[in-house]
């Protein structure tokens, strides 16, 4: 990377964030400028997203060495990735699954305890999809 073409990412990086909250701070004061500053915001965020982006794909080739080597710990990254992605996401979903089965369980145990075994089938199929992402990710790292 250049010291051109970081001196252009910072600078619209810089300007994605400048030009809205300048349009919030001045325009005028009615409820569609929250809409309208969070559409220039977003608007020029992933204008200067883009932009970097192309130039920083679009630098000079490599040799086939070299691009063997990079790309091998290419796939290293993106497998940790992948496999961080599908532990925590695996995650969230089984606690926001965990807290509505829990609290619903809950309320049928308090009008009616028998229903605690069938209750606690729920709750513990929905832990099971945390379970299930841990082994995913285990998989995945045992693959690299």
Do not use: W
């Not at 909250?21 to 001045?26: A, N, R, T």
């Amino acid at each position: 990377m250049t010291t051109a073409t970081k001196i252009v990412f910072i600078a619209a990086l810089i300007l994605s964030i400048i030009i809205p909250f300048g349009y919030y701070l001045i325009g005028e004061k009615n409820k569609n400028r929250y809409k309208t500053a969070i559409g220039v915001n977003a608007f020029f965020f992933f204008g200067a997203f883009a932009i970097a982006s192309i130039m920083l794909l679009g630098g000079p080739q490599v040799h086939a060495a070299e691009d063997a080597a990079s790309q091998a710990a290419m796939a290293t990254g993106l497998g940790y990735i992948a496999a961080a992605l599908v532990t925590g996401l695996s995650c969230i979903g089984g606690g926001i699954a965990v807290a509505s089965a829990a609290s619903a369980a809950l309320g049928a145990i308090s009008e009616d305890s028998s229903v605690l075994g069938k209750s606690l089938i729920f709750v513990g199929l929905a832990e099971g999809v945390c379970l299930y992402g841990l082994i995913i990710s285990f998989m995945i790292l045992g693959s690299l």
